[in-house]
């Protein structure tokens, strides 16, 4: 039996996780009234996918479920590849979905592109009972509130034990900073 590539397995699970609970034409209401009961667990998938860019940054993907089960798949430029698990408790789970209620997550566009090649792109994606949301940020063009959203599903998944981050983060700003130098109208984050 052959394998499969990393980034098709990472397809799959994203996929099996996000991609039927999404109807179209569906209403997606805003507020903390989508705060569901995280006791089932199932109510609840949080994701975020970072991927590749002209450079060594980090690729992979965590999923946090509501009952405090950490997924995570990594592919490139990470401490540790494949697939791990972790848990956090599931009063943090509540906590990081206020979060993304508190900043209005389904209020926003789902794409931010920017006019750069070779970016890295995050993807953030959230699962409240049967609302959905993903949204697309293309070379840290979304706006602050998304991107320090970004950052905190890694803080609460606890990342950086498999992505080993602190490095991973140190050669992405070093190369962030020569394209601000190189390109300095494009980089203005």
């Given at each position: 039996?052959?394998?499969?590539?990393?980034?098709?397995?990472?397809?799959?699970?994203?996929?099996?996780?996000?991609?039927?609970?999404?109807?179209?034409?569906?209403?997606?209401?805003?507020?903390?009234?989508?705060?569901?009961?995280?006791?089932?667990?199932?109510?609840?998938?949080?994701?975020?996918?970072?991927?590749?860019?002209?450079?060594?940054?980090?690729?992979?993907?965590?999923?946090i479920h509501g009952s405090g089960l950490v997924e995570y798949f990594g592919?490139?430029?990470?401490?540790?590849?494949?697939?791990?698990?972790g848990e956090i408790p599931p009063d943090t789970v509540t906590k990081l979905?206020?979060?993304?209620?508190?900043?209005?997550?389904?209020?926003?566009?789902?794409?931010?592109?920017?006019?750069?090649?070779?970016?890295?792109?995050?993807?953030?994606?959230?699962?409240?009972?049967?609302?959905?949301?993903?949204?697309?940020?293309?070379?840290?063009?979304?706006?602050?509130?998304?991107?320090?959203?970004?950052?905190?599903?890694?803080?609460?998944?606890?990342?950086?034990?498999?992505?080993?981050?602190?490095?991973?983060?140190?050669?992405?700003?070093?190369?962030?900073?020569?394209?601000?130098?190189?390109?300095?109208?494009?980089?203005?984050?």
């Amino acid at each position: 039996m052959s394998k499969l590539p990393i980034h098709v397995v990472t397809a799959m699970i994203v996929y099996a996780l996000f991609g039927g609970s999404c109807a179209s034409g569906q209403s997606q209401r805003t507020g903390h009234d989508l705060l569901p009961d995280t006791a089932s667990g199932d109510s609840v998938v949080i994701g975020l996918e970072r991927t590749d860019c002209n450079g060594t940054c980090p690729v992979y993907t965590i999923v946090i479920h509501g009952s405090g089960l950490v997924e995570y798949f990594g592919e490139m430029f990470v401490k540790v590849k494949g697939y791990q698990t972790g848990e956090i408790p599931p009063d943090t789970v509540t906590k990081l979905v206020r979060e993304f209620l508190d900043i209005n997550y389904f209020a926003y566009s789902d794409d931010f592109p920017d006019g750069m090649t070779d970016m890295p792109t995050t993807f953030t994606s959230i699962k409240l009972g049967n609302n959905y949301k993903k949204i697309r940020d293309y070379g840290h063009a979304a706006p602050e509130a998304l991107r320090k959203l970004e950052q905190r599903i890694d803080e609460v998944a606890n990342t950086e034990q498999w992505t080993g981050a602190a490095e991973s983060e140190r050669r992405y700003h070093h190369w962030l900073d020569s394209m601000r130098i190189a390109r300095p109208d494009k980089f203005k984050h």
